[in-house]
């Protein structure tokens, strides 16, 4: 019997795939929630977190981070206290990719206006294989934290 359910599992991930290369219905694959920039303390540098959620079976990379608000967006992965640039992140299959405070991040340089709690932010995420998502990404205070315990 075991020998009959790996087939059947290995046949969905196909379908899940096909699915994933038939153009705009890819984008379903991944979403993007909690996101939020803090209200920052200078007038040339911000930075922002989220949560991209990958509900389909393949994994995708996040490849780029543009936004109207600053001339720059870069990517940053935090290991041992100090940040890297990253030109990629891995949103696994059925996985997550957190940027949050103390963690991964975005940065935002050359801020064309200063953000200010309750504006948003327009931003997009550009991803391998499902496209471009837009995300209006709130501006809370410079001590905003997300709850935790989901
Ligand atoms: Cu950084």
């Known amino acids: ?32 929630g909690s996101s939020y920039m803090p209200q920052p303390v200078s007038d040339e540098m911000a930075a922002g977190f989220l949560t991209v959620v990958n509900r389909g079976g393949t994994a995708d990379q996040l490849t780029s981070v543009t936004s109207d608000a600053a001339s720059d967006v870069t990517m940053h992965s935090t ?15 059925h996985g997550r990719l957190v940027f949050r405070s103390g963690g991964n991040h975005l940065m935002f340089d050359g801020l064309k206006r200063k953000p200010k709690q309750g504006d948003t932010v327009t931003v997009k995420l550009t991803f391998a294989r499902s496209g471009t998502l837009t995300v209006e990404m709130p501006v809370k205070s410079a001590t905003y934290r997300p709850p935790t315990g989901h």
């Open 1 to 32: 019997m075991r020998r009959l359910v790996l087939p059947a599992v290995l046949l969905a991930g196909t379908v899940a795939l096909t699915g994933c290369d038939g153009g705009g219905d890819s984008a379903a694959h991944v979403s993007v």
């Open 79 to 93: 290991a041992g206290g100090a940040m890297e640039a990253k030109s990629s992140f891995a949103v696994p299959a």
